[in-house]
């Protein structure tokens, strides 16, 4: 895949259902114009619930 190629992807700027769970998920990969340059990335949810694997 070329720096701007994504003819590949099937999500992108698509109106897509989200998956019934994590297995059926598809994950798509965005080529990176900007090789070599470092990101942060924050993702924000109004809400996150976690239950541990250990106690419950």
Sequence with gaps: ???TDVSGLS???Q???APS???TAVL????NGNAGTDYV???TAPEFTSLCP???
Excluded: D, I
């Excluded at 798509?28 to 080529?31: A, F, M, N, Q, T």
């Design 28 to 31: 798509e990969r965005v080529p």
């Design 15 to 17: 109106n897509v259902e």
């Design 1 to 3: 895949m070329s720096k």
């Design 11 to 13: 999500q992108l700027g």
């Design 41 to 43: 990335v924050r993702f």
């Design 54 to 56: 250990m106690t419950g």
């Design 21 to 23: 769970s994590p297995e």
